[in-house]
């Protein structure tokens, strides 16, 4: 094949549902730590909405001293703040679950990676005043449509706890990749909540309300909970914050290979502090070898790691990655079976056969 040739050759999308659209991006195609537009994961419960951005709005009301509603003009005109933010579908690699669950068979690419931009949300709440009765702060999305469990219209909802929503990294956005955020991924503002799986940063925000009891739409209290048992809701908790996870990005599982030296390459990341440390095995964790990280290891974003395998003898070898983060987890050989297949993060495995 020609140079020419393979320069036109490009990735896409990995399409799970057209309507609402769900496509995974292709993370063996990945590289660095920035993700284009173009191969940013897609993740909807609900047709695109339809407004008039021109006209876009946002309004803070409910339990605040000084109800506001803020222009797009003043948004862009208070101090900004950038991050590099990892975002992962709570139910990325949902199809590895075992028994297995229903929900969308995401693999491993229900996760992206970029720089956004936008308005710390304690900075908007700093105009308008929180009562001491505030408990929660719920944020609607534009997009809404019938559920399977109900014949009513929803919103998609959902609240955060106090003191998240004023962490300083928890952002009202308007940029993605110094480029205005593309509608498919929430134009003209996004909540962005570092740490937390990306059902927590609602697209297309409509309205912020401040309440004083526990939100209870169908998005916070039926989905995006963990739910232990099979059988019955006992045991029940919120899915919140990301769980220490790595995925092998190169080579393929299943992949036939030539005897020889190859950089085995991943990502690691995790939402509660950032990598330390990232191993590699191939005995099935009886041992396992240190991976040398590429990029830096810094909180919100996930980290590149690689490692040289001498690849000599003959046969078929399963590959495992382990990360480690500055919180003490690591991730561990099962995961957490939940009934509808959240925060997947068993060590990751691949098969390769070398002929």
């Not at 909802?157 to 952002?171: F, G, H």
């Not at 990341?269 to 810094?298: A, L, M």
């Amino acid at each position: 094949m020609s140079n020419s040739y393979q320069s036109k050759l490009r990735s896409y999308l990995i399409t799970k549902s057209l309507v609402p659209e769900n496509q995974e991006t292709p993370i063996h195609f990945i590289h660095g730590d920035i993700v284009s537009n173009r191969l940013f994961y897609r993740r909807s419960h609900f047709p695109y909405p339809r407004f008039a951005s021109s006209f876009y709005s946002l309004p803070i009301e409910g339990l605040v001293h000084h109800p506001n509603v803020f222009s797009l003009q003043q948004i862009y005109s208070l101090p900004s703040k950038t991050i590099k933010v990892v975002l992962e579908c709570s139910g990325n690699k949902r199809e590895l679950f075992n028994p297995k669950v229903y929900g969308e068979q995401w693999g491993k690419g229900a996760i992206s990676q970029g720089i956004w931009k936008g308005v710390p949300l304690r900075s908007l709440l700093a105009y308008t005043g929180l009562l001491e009765t505030a408990k929660e702060i719920v944020f609607e999305g534009h997009d809404y449509g019938e559920r399977t469990d109900s014949n009513q219209s929803h919103s998609f909802s959902r609240s955060l706890p106090i003191e998240k929503a004023l962490d300083p990294d928890t952002i009202i956005a308007y940029e993605y990749n110094n480029q205005p955020i593309p509608f498919k991924h929430g134009f003209p503002l996004r909540l962005i909540v570092p740490g937390w799986y990306a059902m927590a940063s609602v697209k297309w925000v409509k309205r912020i309300i401040v309440i004083d009891k526990e939100f209870k739409g169908p998005f916070q209290t039926v989905d995006y909970v963990y739910y232990p048992n099979k059988k019955n809701d006992s045991g029940k908790f919120p899915v919140t914050t990301i769980n220490v996870n790595s995925t092998i990005k190169y080579p393929l599982n299943r992949k036939i290979l030539h005897s020889g030296t190859y950089e085995i390459d991943g990502i690691a990341w995790t939402g509660n502090g950032h990598i330390t440390k990232v191993e590699i095995s191939f005995d099935g964790g009886q041992t396992w070898d240190p991976c040398q990280r590429t990029s830096s290891s810094v909180k919100n974003a996930w980290v590149c790691w690689k490692y040289k395998w001498e690849a000599n003898k003959k046969g078929e070898y399963t590959i495992l990655s382990k990360a480690t983060d500055s919180k003490g987890n690591v991730q561990p050989l099962k995961p957490m079976w939940n009934r509808k297949g959240y925060g997947y993060n068993a060590i990751d495995r691949i098969k390769v056969n070398i002929e």
